[in-house]
């Protein structure tokens, strides 16, 4: 795992250097920055920190950021160049062609929430897309500070269908799209940490906020435990595409988790995060870093990561994965068979559900999951 560590790190750092830098400049509130340019996103900081995301932690409205920066991003081919530019605000500039592709089911509650920050500030589509997702990960303890890269092309047509890997698919279809759009399997495995910080919200129709782990207001490995554990029982109605059972009421396991979690291109992957924060954190940071500039030139953009909040600490005790209570080593269904599995402690007390994620009111509004009322209130980049 050591390589595969030092490849994503050389991935951040090749980005960071590719960028446009400047010497310290002073903004017009007071905040010293790299680059001049990057003074028009402090409003935009401020606007977001105090009205999106309203200072309450890591929760739906950082959960949702997240989402949709990865949906729209991921919307490019390196074979297929009708597949899009990539993380170039398409998802939201087209949103009642994109958002009505079944993959995309759900992301109007993102455009519901970003789309009127977006009609108030000048910068483009793309860019808040992405700053917004960084500023929420911000929000989550254990996550490290996110990487951002300033002055992305906004989209000018929209992304086709079948860019989004869907949960039903198979581990071979899942990576066949990811390494079009350039990403290895180690560079996908990192990418899904984000599921530590996640939950579903289209998957099963009569529940919604459903986490993938006990843990969704942490960024820390549960998830790569949790998805080891077999699976017992559904959080509400059973038979629902792409799910599949999970260990503890309350988590919904997504299929493309579980099957990547066993398979062999992947299981001792997904495994090596297993209690080491500190891989899993610089692993997705570097993934992270790489997928927000999918398509674009990054030798044209400013490096603007001194404009990122630094985001909580995580202390090592919060950072010890361990099993649910009732379950121990015993429940673990290893696929990885190079490395025996970490010893880890059993959490104390009575097994019961865990809450769903308290979904922001701010995601309802006129968009519609088909698509349908997706207007946006802004103007197109050209």
């Known amino acids: 795992m050591l390589s595969t560590t030092f490849f994503l790190l050389t991935v951040l750092v090749t980005v960071s250097n590719a960028a446009v830098t400047r010497r310290a400049t002073r903004c017009p509130g007071g905040q010293t920055v790299s680059n001049k340019a990057c003074c028009a996103l402090f409003p935009v900081l401020e606007d977001i920190q105090k009205n999106m995301f309203a200072d309450d932690g890591c929760a739906d409205a950082a959960h ?13 081919s390196k074979t297929k160049r009708s597949f899009g530019t990539g993380a170039d605000g398409s998802i939201f500039i087209f949103p009642e062609q994109e958002l009505s592709y079944d993959a995309n089911l759900g992301i109007a509650d993102a455009f519901n929430l970003e789309a009127p920050f977006i009609a108030n500030h000048s910068i483009g589509v793309a860019d808040f ?25 906004d989209a000018t047509a929209p992304a086709p269908d079948g860019t989004v890997p869907e949960p039903f698919q198979d581990v071979p279809t899942i990576l066949a799209r990811m390494a079009d759009a350039g990403f290895s399997p180690a560079e996908l495995v990192a990418l899904l940490a984000s599921h530590s910080i996640a939950g579903a919200d289209d998957v099963d129709p009569n529940l ?18 949790e998805t080891l554990l077999k699976g017992t ?7 629902n595409q792409g799910e599949v059972e999970s260990a503890m009421a309350g988590v919904l396991r997504l299929q493309s988790d579980s099957e990547l979690a066993r398979a062999p291109q992947t299981s001792c992957l997904w495994q090596a995060n297993v209690n080491n924060q500190a891989l899993m954190a610089k692993s997705f940071q570097a993934a992270f870093a790489k997928m927000q500039v999918v398509g674009q030139d990054v030798s044209k953009m400013v490096d603007c990561s001194d404009v990122i909040p630094e985001p909580p600490v995580l202390s090592t005790t919060a950072a010890q994965a361990f099993f649910p209570p009732g379950l121990s080593r015993s429940n673990i269904e290893q696929s990885c068979k190079a490395v025996s599995f970490p010893n880890l402690p059993t959490k104390a007390g009575a097994p019961k559900a865990v809450p769903s994620i308290v979904q922001d009111p701010a995601t309802n509004g006129a968009c519609q999951d088909d698509g349908t009322a997706c207007v946006a209130p802004f103007t197109k980049s050209t």
């Open 233 to 239: 029982l559904f959080p509400g109605t059973s038979g």
């Open 129 to 153: 897309i992405q700053f917004a997702a960084a500023v929420g990960l911000t929000k989550c303890p254990g996550i490290l500070r996110p990487q951002f890269l300033f002055g992305r092309v």
């Open 208 to 225: 919604s906020g459903l986490p993938f782990d006990s843990t969704p207001s942490v960024f820390d490995t549960q998830f790569f435990v």
């Open 64 to 76: 949702t950021t997240l989402r949709v920066a990865f949906h729209d991003a991921i919307g490019f």
